[in-house]
């Protein structure tokens, strides 16, 4: 009887002790422009995926019904009655996609409180994505839009923020920015592209956050990028195949099937210049390289010039990255055209944004990594789980013994 008491208690120690710490899937965010990368913490998540007193509004398209929480409050923002045209500008950047697409489905997307300071990115949207299991990560936009199931319910699929401290042209119906302006329309159309899943994770190293569970953050759209014939990521689940340089040696290109039918079998060149810009490299096309100036997906905004069409190169990597029914017949002709050169003009762009760190509001209590919080912040959470389990199993060894020792006692005593 005593051996098999020791055996228990034992057994327990070792069961409590050394039992894997588990945890549920975790999920990311990613804000491309902003340079914003973090864990989505569920117990900082509100009920429902819009903030309270807050009513979405439902914008039907041909194809795509979009769920919109405007958080400004009223007066401010895209709830300013100055200002008509912000929402317009915000739908037809929906509606064009949704024509694009041609994919039926629901989009839930939060729009954060706006900025006014008038630094750092001038709007930056993105999505979540659950740490990668065996293959590349969808977003959560492509998860609901391609899948048909929402990822989680209390989760928004895009999540956008827009400064307007910016002087913006906000005329869907024209097309004549002053030389200092930057078009609302064109700038939103580039930022839902990010929240639909032109992002990827990936950081100088050619490695993206390690999740507490010990996963990495390949996006599908990873699995696209080629350091000649290297696929740069790859496997199950995937890893990264090349050396830290790879990211800044300016060699870095998107192949696929429909890339390579347009543009050659050497792919089309993706940022990864020298430094590297977080939130910029790796997340757009090198327009430098490709030639490509009017790419909805090129790195910078100028002021003055529009984009409001997907060149033909982001609707190959649009289409390659899950949007299927995408049409990319007589589409050769919106390469040409090219409004302004967007790689000599004004620049004030999302890689100047990125540089700078400006602290962005936009979402949760900003855990913007390498800007706001050191580094591991990201991981936070997992320590603090490791401890208050620590304390659960010794309180529960506590516990056990006491009950041994009391039955001792009474065994004893009889
Ligand atoms: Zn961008």
Known sequence: MKTLIIHLIFSLVFILLFAPVTFSERIF??????????????????????????????????YITYNIAYSDPVGLGFNDPNHPNRKR???????????????????????????YDG????????????ENQETFSRCFSQLRLLN???????????????????????????????????????????????????????????????????????????????????ALFSGSPPAFQGVPSDTTSN?????????????????????????????????????????????????????????REYSLADLCALKSIGYSNILLADNEGTQEGAKEGIVEGTQEGTAEGAREGTHHEGFQEGNIEGIDEPTDSICGCAKSQSIRKFIFDLILLGMVLLLISQKKYKAENK
């Open 251 to 307: 060699q870095l290109v998107f192949k696929s099937i429909f890339i390579q039918n347009f543009f050659g079998n050497s792919g089309l060149a993706i940022y990864s210049k020298d430094p590297f810009l977080d939130g910029t490299s790796l997340n757009h096309w090198d327009p430098f390289r490709t030639g490509i100036t009017n790419a909805v997906m090129n790195p910078t905004y100028t002021a003055g010039s529009t984009i």
């Open 29 to 62: 965010f990613i804000a491309p422009d902003a340079g914003i990368v973090q864990e989505v913490l569920p117990e900082k998540l509100q009920k429902a995926w819009y903030p309270d007193g807050i009513t979405p509004e439902v914008f039907h398209t041909s």
């Open 119 to 130: 630094t750092g990115a001038i709007a930056f949207a993105g999505s979540y994505v659950f």
């Open 89 to 115: 500008c915000l739908e037809a950047a929906l509606t064009y996609i949704s024509n694009i697409f041609r994919t039926f489905g629901t989009i839930d997307i939060l729009v954060e409180t706006s900025e």
């Open 148 to 230: 048909g199931t929402k990822p989680v319910a209390n989760v928004s699929e895009i999540q956008l923020t827009v400064d307007f401290g910016r002087n913006y042209y906000e005329d869907p119906d024209h097309t004549t920015p002053a030389s200092n302006q930057f078009d609302l329309l064109s700038v939103l159309i580039h930022e839902f592209t990010h929240g639909f899943g032109f992002l990827s994770f990936v950081e100088q190293d050619g490695r993206t956050n390690v999740t507490p569970n010990g996963k990495y953050l390949y996006t599908v759209f990873d699995q696209f990028i080629y350091k000649g014939d290297l």
